[in-house]
């Protein structure tokens, strides 16, 4: 059992028969496994109709950061006058790219999922930051936090890498750039954290989020800045394997000090990773 306030709700909520017509995907359980403060778990996803469709809904308008870019596009052409204005309106709004990388469609996806099947609650969309195309946020891939019920909540930071190496664990899980040692800063580096709470902080200051913001600094400062959840995401196209989470997640919770938590999820895909940009898009995107 972990040691924490944040009581881990793994992956895949049980369905009954009044839920499951609501179940964005088909997935199935394979392999999970846990040891001190991490818990693991290897899924893979069928590819059906409700699939695709979580594909060109959830996920392609996290993409796209389709409310914002809705009202952008609405208040750019309300500013507009005639002729040249109304000429550079449609140059911007169509010169937004169209195209994205296998390894955006499986953040995407990851915080779609987290989202659907964990409770997590995201604050921003990360899209909003890229002021140059290979732009990310600070320090992590993924912030935001875990719904405690009400406006209690804890933060969930997590880190999102797509693979489709045949080797388990695939190369993405270890090093200085793998998933393991980019989740463990977390818990050793004060800047970082710093980092993290202040792009919160002007994210849900003066906005509905802000109780669940200064719920979890609360929980973090007041346990020493140890209780928050790790989410740890790998997005394969591969047959699902023990191997791939096993030795990363046991070395991580073995070390990880309570009330820390971490949760690795590795989501099999039916499809091959080079397809994934295309499985987003919709006739009118062809």
């Known amino acids: 059992m972990f040691e924490s306030g944040v009581a881990p709700i793994f992956a895949v909520r049980a369905e009954t028969p009044e839920s499951s017509a609501m179940t964005p995907c088909t997935i199935t359980d394979h392999y999970e496994g846990r040891a001190g403060q991490a818990a693991w778990k290897g899924c893979s996803i069928a590819d059906d109709p409700d699939f695709r469709a979580f594909l060109r809904g959830p996920v392609r308008d996290r993409l796209r ?153 609360a929980r973090f400062m007041n346990s020493g800045a140890h209780d928050f959840v790790l989410f740890g995401l790998l997005m394969r196209d591969t047959e699902p394997h023990s191997l791939d989470l096993k030795a990363r997640g046991k070395t991580l919770g073995e070390k990880a000090k309570a009330p820390t938590s971490y949760e690795f999820t590795a989501w099999h895909l039916p499809c091959p990773i080079d397809q994934w940009p295309g499985l987003t898009k919709d006739e009118d995107d062809a």
Request: charged share 25%; proline share 6%; net charge negative.
């Open 65 to 217: 950061d389709a409310e914002e870019a809705e009202s952008f596009a609405a208040e750019i052409a309300g500013l507009a006058g005639t002729g040249l204005g109304v000429e550079t309106v449609e140059a911007v709004l169509s010169a937004e790219p169209k195209d994205q990388q296998p390894w955006e469609v499986g953040e995407a996806l990851a915080e779609a999922l987290l989202e659907e099947y964990r409770g997590v609650i995201w604050p921003w969309n990360k899209e909003r930051d890229k002021l140059t195309p290979k732009a990310s946020l600070p320090g992590a891939d993924l912030v935001g936090f875990v719904s405690l019920g009400g406006t209690d909540a804890a933060l969930a930071i997590g880190e999102v890498k797509t693979s489709g190496d045949a080797e388990k664990p695939p190369g993405v899980m270890s090093g200085r750039s793998g998933m393991a040692h980019q989740l463990q800063r977390f818990e050793d580096d004060p800047e970082l954290q710093g980092t993290i709470l202040k792009w919160l902080r002007a994210r849900c200051k003066g906005t509905d989020l802000w109780p669940q913001y200064k719920s979890a600094v």
